[in-house]
């Protein structure tokens, strides 16, 4: 049996959404997943000017 599989209706998108509602949606979306991105790459430059800053003076706080 070739039947296609379609998801129940409460797990589909409302048909009532308009497309600038899902543009809007997905802009939130990508500002939310940089804004994550920004941050991890911060945290992860810190820690390495960190490492660096106290290999430079001998490891003391």
């Known amino acids: ?3 296609i599989l379609t998801p129940p209706a409460s ?3 409302p ?5 600038e509602e899902r543009r809007a949606d ?3 979306r990508l500002d939310e997943a940089a804004s ?3 941050k991890t790459l911060l ?4 820690r390495e000017h960190r490492a660096r ?9």
């Open 43 to 46: 945290d992860m430059w810190r």
């Open 26 to 28: 997905r802009e939130r």
């Open 53 to 61: 800053r106290e290999a430079a003076i001998g490891g003391a706080s």
């Open 36 to 38: 994550i991105l920004a």
């Open 11 to 13: 797990a589909a998108e």
């Open 15 to 19: 048909a009532t959404e308009s497309a």
């Open 1 to 3: 049996m070739n039947a």
